[in-house]
């Protein structure tokens, strides 16, 4: 069978909408490195194919580790539901290539720069970001995208209950 349609099907059994935007932008950056997706099979997928893969969204794309350890995982979940369904026999690749989490650099500002940041006069229309900057910082570094996304339901006794994987 050809990878992008059994992507797609996977794709439109996902039922999270964050989780379907991850898969599709997966499939949109295997789009961009293979040109060939639309003949493209199972099979074609092996060690050196990823490994050029992942070179290439660390490298050439930019990604850092992480990011484009979860393209990889995206691909093997993929591959896994071909398996299940038996739509492909092929060698499975994975196993030879390293998609484990690396520890972000840790980031700094110092306390001066902090402080000017809080106190900065901004726009009106600029306020919003700022201040959600700060309640990020508040939040020992909770991502706007989760903050965005908080349900009431995880507001308990005044405090906000948060736990990424969660999300």
């Given at each position: 069978?050809?990878v992008l349609p059994v992507y797609n099907e996977h794709i439109a059994l996902t039922k999270k909408p964050n989780t379907t935007d991850s898969y599709r ?50 691909l093997r979940t993929v591959f896994n539901y071909a398996i299940t369904n038996k ?81």
């Amino acid at each position: 069978r050809y990878v992008l349609p059994v992507y797609n099907e996977h794709i439109a059994l996902t039922k999270k909408p964050n989780t379907t935007d991850s898969y599709r932008a997966s499939l949109k950056s295997i789009k961009e490195f293979e040109p060939d997706i639309d003949t493209m099979r199972f099979k074609d997928i092996n060690v050196a194919w990823l490994r050029k893969y992942q070179n290439w969204l660390t490298e050439d794309r930019g990604m850092e580790t992480n990011g484009a350890n979860v393209y990889l995982r995206n691909l093997r979940t993929v591959f896994n539901y071909a398996i299940t369904n038996k739509y492909t026999f092929a060698d499975y690749p994975f196993k030879k290539i390293d998609m484990s989490t690396t520890e972000p650099d840790k980031r700094f500002i110092e306390w001066d720069k902090f402080l000017e940041w809080l106190t900065y006069p901004v726009a009106d229309q600029r306020v919003f970001y700022r201040d959600l900057f700060m309640l990020s910082f508040y939040l020992c570094g909770i991502r706007p995208i989760d903050l965005l996304n908080v349900k009431k339901s995880q507001v308990v006794d005044g405090r906000l209950e948060y736990w990424p994987e969660k999300l």
